[in-house]
């Protein structure tokens, strides 16, 4: 992303859920911001009233795989298979493996459709370890222009999100950054 930019991409990973993504949809409302919402194909399919929800308020959908499986599990086809599995649900061109992780292989098959979206900060905040300081912590020391930022919106997260999520975006405004999504 553009390093000159004074911007950030902030992103959520695992949803939707009803327990979480609700929350952080009224957040991101109230400060007028857009998003971009890395789903779980089952989760979309599970609850497509939050997919929708998601996708009418303008945020940008992203495809986490149908079953959240790291890719050095599976082989080409099988990872592939369960990426377009999800699509049936997400209808997006933007893929995060989840865990980050994907053998090369797999990275060069799926990046011939899709736009393989990776981060820079991944706020940690599925950590029973880290408390929701800590999660704003690790956005005020590691933001910087063009940063992409990796929130969840799962049950792990959600205790800390609700401290975290509204104190980090009020420090990126004041620091003066824009929120933009991938194109």
């Not at 992103?11 to 919402?37: N, Q, R, S, V």
């Amino acid at each position: 992303m553009d390093r000159h930019e004074r911007s950030v991409y902030l992103t959520f990973d695992d949803g939707p859920i009803p327990e979480a993504t609700p929350f952080i949809l009224d957040m991101l409302k109230h400060y007028g911001i857009k998003a971009t919402f890395f789903m779980v194909g089952d989760n979309a399919r599970k609850y497509p009233e939050l997919h929708q929800r998601v996708v009418d308020e303008g945020h940008r959908i992203g495809n986490h795989t149908h079953n959240h499986i790291g890719g050095f599990s599976y082989t080409i086809r099988e990872y592939s298979y369960n990426v377009e599995k999800a699509n049936a649900y997400l209808h997006t061109d933007l893929v995060r493996p989840p865990h980050g992780w994907m053998r090369i292989g797999q990275y060069a098959w799926l990046s011939r459709k899709f736009k393989i979206v990776m981060w820079d900060l991944v706020t940690r905040d599925y950590s029973k370890w880290m408390t929701a300081e800590d999660v704003l912590n690790n956005v005020k020391r590691y933001a910087r222009n063009g940063s992409i930022i990796t929130f969840h919106d799962s049950l792990k997260s959600i205790d800390k999100l609700q401290t975290a999520l509204p104190q980090s975006i009020e420090w990126l405004l004041e620091e003066g950054y824009s929120f933009r999504t991938f194109e």
